[in-house]
């Protein structure tokens, strides 16, 4: 077993707690007192993705009080260490100095964001200095993650992606720290979200737990987690309705036990290529994993065959020819920003990865895209 957190035994670390249920969402605001009263802090941050914007009375629903602050996440580009940033010195300048708890309630943007802004208000620096493994020295702010759609695992992962436009890195904070302290899941959340964009964001569990079953660095407890999920994502996927009540309850419990699977493995081939259309096109993750999943067969034939099936049986679309018009130097570019990801890719094919995922070889996938 090789180590996500580059020990030989790595000491891995899960959500301490999480409610689950239709309706548990009610207990959002007893939580957050119990941290004012507990840390002495009055005002409490509620980061809010920005899908519901429009709902007024959501704020009070979720227990924000006066004194705390309500920021609504932007999220048409997925998180930026300039974003984060932005953010972090929005709170300070509203005399939010250390909150008694970050509250993050949205996908896996806001999720993330909420993660990273945590760490911040304990760690000097920018976003971009903890990009990397184990980099973050001090614990983060107490969080509660509340996800309202299903895939991406950022609920119980230990990282919180971040693109940086200045190096071109796409790049978390893959830390102990990073974690959750309390997670709400409550499958009712994600019933108003568009049936692509809950395909696009579910199949992120699938095709993690996929690729850490072909990876070099399987393990035991990663490979339970990973089973465990593909047979949740099937139930879901080959179900007559993925959003259905259990459609939405068994997404949630594989969004969820992917992430775990991640801590205690690797991603392989499809999530660097995904991260080079991301970095170069903007493309959101959940889509940008299932365009570059379409065009793996050669890499992943069964999952792709099954994914296949998938988008026949629950009547989606996945965009076609996102780059086969693009200029040479554009596909050179995302070739660049996906080989910067050596730990996945040395997961998915061994030290020398340079010699299979050549230029020409992986130009050749994005025009295919
Ligand atoms: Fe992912």
Not at 72 to 96: K, M, N, Q, S
Not at 198 to 217: N, P
Not at 286 to 304: D, M, S
């Amino acid at each position: 077993m090789i180590p996500a957190t580059g020990s030989q035994f790595p000491n891995i670390k899960n959500v301490p707690r999480y409610v689950f249920g239709s309706g548990s969402r009610h207990s959002l605001g007893a939580m957050v007192d119990a941290r004012r009263a507990a840390s002495g802090k009055p005002a409490a941050v509620f980061l809010i993705d920005e899908f519901f914007s429009a709902d007024g009375d959501l704020p009070k629903a979720l227990g924000v009080k006066d004194g705390d602050a309500v920021r609504y996440v932007d999220v048409a580009e997925e998180p930026t260490t300039e974003a984060v940033d932005a953010l972090l010195e929005d709170l300070r300048a509203a005399g939010i100095t250390e909150p008694a708890a970050i509250v993050g309630v949205g996908g896996g943007t806001t999720l993330d964001t909420a993660k990273a802004v945590a760490n911040l208000f304990t760690n000097p620096g920018r976003a971009e200095n903890y990009q990397g493994w184990d980099l973050v020295k001090n614990p983060g702010v107490y969080k509660i993650g509340v996800p309202t759609i299903s895939g991406t695992g950022a609920e119980s992962s230990r990282t919180c992606v971040m693109t940086n436009h200045r190096t071109g890195l796409k790049l978390g904070m893959n830390s102990d720290y990073t974690i959750y302290d309390q997670l709400i899941l409550d499958p009712d959340l994600s019933s108003t979200v568009s049936r692509n964009q809950y395909f696009y964001t579910g199949m992120d569990a699938y095709i993690h737990c996929v690729e850490s079953l072909a990876g070099r660095y399987r393990n035991p407890i990663g490979d339970a987690f990973s089973g465990t999920v593909l047979n949740l994502c099937r139930e879901v996927f080959f179900g007559d309705d993925m959003m259905s009540q259990s459609g939405r309850e068994h997404l949630m419990v594989a969004s969820y036990l992917g992430g775990c699977a991640l801590a205690t493995s690797f991603v392989g081939l499809v999530h660097p290529l995904s991260a080079g259309l991301s970095v170069v096109l903007g493309l959101h993750h959940g889509v940008a994993n299932c365009i570059t999943l379409n065009a793996l067969p050669e890499f992943y034939p069964e999952a792709h065959a099954e994914f296949r099936k998938f988008i026949d049986k629950q009547g989606v679309s996945i965009p076609e020819r996102v780059c086969a018009d693009l200029p040479e130097e554009k596909l050179v570019e995302m070739f660049e920003a996906a080989t910067l990801h050596e730990k996945p890719l040395t997961n998915a094919l061994g030290p020398e990865f340079r010699q299979t995922l050549t230029r020409e070889r992986v130009v050749g996938i994005y025009r295919r895209m």
